[in-house]
Structures are given as C-alpha cells and as structure tokens.
C-alpha cells in the first residue's frame, strides 16, 4: 500500500532555511520508500477567513466546508489522503509567517462552533497521521519556543490536520547572511527526522 507524506511549506523564499529543512525531511522519507509532495503556500490561491463560521455549524466528524472557492480544498483533501504531513514556517515577528496563519485560520473547518457555544472544540480527537514541525529564527534555536508562538501555531495547525507530532527542528541562526544555506549538521537532522516519520507510517 502507498505511503505518503505531504509537507505546507510557509515560507516566501525557495531555496532558504525552511525549504531546504523541508525538503531534507521528504529526502529521508522517500529514503525510506515513501511517496512525497511539497505544497507552497506563495504558490496556492488560498482567501482571507470571512469568520463567518459557516464552516462550523453542521454537526459530526466531517469537515466543515468553506464557502471561499479557491485552493484550500485541494490542499486539504490531499492532506487527508496522507499518511503524514510535514509543517514548516520562519519565524516573523515572533509567530509563523503572514501566510502560513492565513492557512491556519481557514482550518476552521475541523471545528464544531455553533452559534451560542462559547468556543469551538475538535469535530474529532482521531489523529489518523503523523506530523514533523520545523521552524526557523534569526534567535538561537532553542529561543523559538520560549520567545515565539511559532511552535503553538504549528502545533495547532497539526492538531486541526488530525496530526500528532512525532518530531520537531528549531533552527537558529537562520538570519546570518543573505542567503545562508542549511548548515549540514541541520540537514542530517532533518533528513533522520524523515526516516522517523516512515517509521510511524508503516
């Protein structure tokens, strides 16, 4: 049976820390024999939520679905049609990027919210797949969960996907010089990382 590992790059650069870091990970699942696909965000038509909550108001497991008609439906159904999903954005402004919260905000839709129910809760508690979460920062690495909310972001959004994380890679430094490649020590660790995740999807 085919395997498969779908990665939501929220990064503005190709080629830079994220991309590479992503990528790394998909190296070491193919590796591993699974299938691979990378979805970017610059790349996909995806609209601001209305919060209009239509999404949320039908009852049951099945998600909500959005009444904008652009690329986030596509995405979706080919997240939900892995077995893993790879999540990664730099850190800006000490959160994920502009666009990769665009994305987070239009997964509303894995929520039940009806009108006069204080907060929404998950449609399901079912985590059918895995999830590797990477972020990136001008700080130290190990700042990006102390003095960010990158890593709460990325949680969610793997929360909303029905993802559990099973590995995650905060890298630092990332802002040194203009185009700094991905060290190779960061590399290794992501491309073992995919191997983890092959792994969870046997």
Not at 1 to 13: F, L, N
Not at 50 to 70: A, S, V
Not at 119 to 134: D, F, G, H, M, N
Not at 146 to 166: E, F, H, Q, S
Request: contains cysteine.
């Amino acid at each position: 049976m085919s395997r498969k590992v779908v990665a939501i790059v929220g990064s503005y650069r190709r080629g830079g820390t994220i991309d590479s870091a992503v990528d790394a990970v998909l190296v070491g699942a193919r590796e591993k024999g699974v299938e691979t696909c990378t979805i970017y965000l610059t790349e996909a038509h995806i609209e601001f939520c209305k919060n209009c909550r239509t999404c949320t108001q039908k009852p049951g497991k099945e998600r909500g679905k959005c009444e904008h008609k652009d690329d986030l439906e596509s995405i979706l159904q080919q997240v939900e049609a892995a077995d893993a999903v790879v999540l990664g954005s730099p850190v800006n402004y000490y959160n994920v990027t502009a666009i990769f919260r665009r994305f987070l905000e239009r997964l509303l839709g894995y929520a039940y919210w009806p009108w006069g129910q204080n907060a929404p809760r998950l449609r399901t508690k079912e985590q059918p797949r895995t999830a590797i979460l990477i972020a990136s920062s001008a700080a130290p690495g190990f700042l990006i969960p102390l003095m960010t909310g990158a890593p709460r972001a990325l949680r969610l959004a793997a929360a909303m996907l029905g993802a559990k994380p099973v590995g995650k890679l905060w890298i630092g430094l990332a802002a040194s010089e203009p185009h700094r490649l991905l060290a190779m020590r960061d590399y290794e660790r992501a491309r073992r990382l995919g191997w983890k995740l092959a792994e969870t999807v046997e």
